[in-house]
């Protein structure tokens, strides 16, 4: 999620128990893990901090229908993994531990991306050669219901999903693609 650029606008470090940042030069290359250890399914922090802004940016989280977040902190260091160690709650505004492992102290802290995005505004080839890697990795809409069955989902992608499959909305590629808009709940549009 990190490239080279006026990042980070926020007071380093954010989270100094909990977020140890590894500044790696290249674009995408910085991440972070974890200063402690955790069992499954415990928050790990809330989110605070953030703002919240209505055009998608590479490293904004889509908090809700056409809604997202800067995070405004470390957070923002945690990249993907198709195996993450943590699960992005904006209904709740935390971040937990997630429900099939524990957390270990050095742990790489990673989250599903499509857990939060229904589009992404940069989808790239995953590297987190983890089991059942998905390789390209894109929004919820691109990838769909039978990909994402086994991650946990924010209820905005949750709900667009359900949409999607009941021929409400139609697949979209993100680029302004089609929508039939007939039959849709106004909520679950971008």
């Known amino acids: 999620m990190t490239a080279n650029c006026d990042y980070p606008p926020w007071q380093q470090p954010s989270h100094p128990q909990l977020v140890r940042v590894h500044r790696t030069p290249g674009?995408?290359?910085?991440?972070?893990?974890?200063?402690?250890?955790?069992?499954?399914?415990?928050?790990?922090?809330?989110?605070?901090?953030?703002?919240?802004?209505?055009?998608?940016?590479?490293?904004?989280v889509e908090a809700a229908n056409g809604m997202h977040i800067d995070l405004n902190s470390d957070l923002f260091y945690v990249n993907h993994s198709c195996a993450p160690s943590l699960e992005y709650d904006v209904n709740k505004m935390?971040?937990?531990?997630?429900?099939?492992?524990?957390?270990?102290?050095?742990?790489?802290?990673?989250?599903?991306?499509?857990?939060?995005?229904?589009?992404?505004?940069?989808?790239?080839?995953?590297?987190?050669?983890?089991?059942?890697?998905?390789?390209?990795?894109?929004?919820?809409?691109?990838?769909?219901?039978?990909?994402?069955?086994?991650?946990?989902?924010?209820?905005h992608i949750e709900k667009r999903l359900e949409s999607q499959a009941e021929g409400k909305m139609e697949y979209s590629n993100g680029q302004g693609g089609r929508r039939n808009v007939d039959s849709v709940d106004q909520s679950v549009m971008v």
């Open 27 to 60: 674009q995408f290359a910085s991440y972070a893990t974890s200063l402690v250890s955790l069992p499954a399914g415990s928050v790990f922090s809330p989110i605070t901090n953030h703002f919240f802004i209505k055009q998608r940016t590479w490293p904004s």
């Open 94 to 155: 935390e971040v937990r531990v997630s429900r099939d492992r524990d957390l270990h102290r050095g742990d790489l802290l990673t989250f599903f991306y499509p857990s939060t995005e229904w589009h992404m505004v940069q989808p790239f080839e995953c590297t987190c050669k983890e089991r059942g890697c998905l390789g390209m990795i894109m929004g919820a809409s691109e990838l769909g219901k039978g990909a994402l069955k086994k991650y946990w989902l924010n209820t």
